[in-house]
């Protein structure tokens, strides 16, 4: 569903981080409907060459050059993020764009993850170790290579659908399942049914 909602990118010098050599750290902040985050671009500069006004060094250098593309380039991509999000999701937060610039989630919470790290048995754990009972079969020649070869790239399957649906890079299996954005969770809830309590009672861990 398309969104009506509009967002702001302002980019700023972070003075009071600066490093022994004065070199400051520059950031973004993205405003959507008066609520803000601030996003590091991961490039730092001179105060003294940093334009404020147009929002681009003027040092005149290569340096200065990648600076001022990395600055058109983050400026693209936020762009590219919410205006993918304000189709998929109809309303947007600036964490959401956060998020999902930086790789994550677009619901990501860094305190459920600690969580999911936490639990008794994690999805990853499952799978390695069944990963690693059929590398034994393999090599006492019961089961088949290709077989093998089947069920690793099913384990990398399966963990690339969690990281794009939870943002998170694993997950307890005891855990509660809460975290997952509604319009995920029916696809979650049949992965978890199918997928992870099938490899756990393989593994017998459950």
């Not at 693209?76 to 919410?82: A, H, Q």
Request: aromatic share 10%; net charge neutral; proline share 2%.
């Amino acid at each position: 569903m398309k969104s009506n909602q509009k967002m702001s990118v302002m980019f700023w010098l972070f003075r009071a981080k600066s490093d022994k050599k004065g070199m400051a750290p520059l950031y973004v902040k993205i405003n959507i409907d008066g609520e803000d985050v601030d996003l590091s671009i991961g490039k730092k500069i001179a105060p003294e060459f940093w334009d404020t006004e147009n929002k681009r060094s003027t040092e005149g250098n290569r340096a200065a050059d990648e600076i001022n593309f990395r600055i058109m380039e983050v400026q693209k991509d936020l762009d590219r993020v919410f205006e993918n999000l304000c189709w998929e999701r109809g309303h947007v937060g600036p964490q959401m764009v956060k998020n999902v610039f930086n790789g994550k989630g677009a619901d990501w919470n860094q305190l459920e993850e600690k969580k999911q790290k936490e639990a008794k048995h994690t999805l990853v754990e499952v799978m390695d170790a069944k990963i690693a009972e059929l590398q034994l079969q393999v090599e006492a020649k019961l089961l088949e290579n290709s077989t093998f070869t089947t069920w690793k790239t099913s384990r990398n399957h399966l963990m690339d659908f969690v990281r794009y649906h939870t943002g998170i890079s694993d997950i307890g299996l005891c855990a509660s399942l809460n975290f997952v954005p509604i319009k995920n969770r029916i696809y979650w809830h049949n992965l978890y049914s199918i997928g992870v309590l099938f490899l756990s009672a393989l593994c017998g861990l459950l």
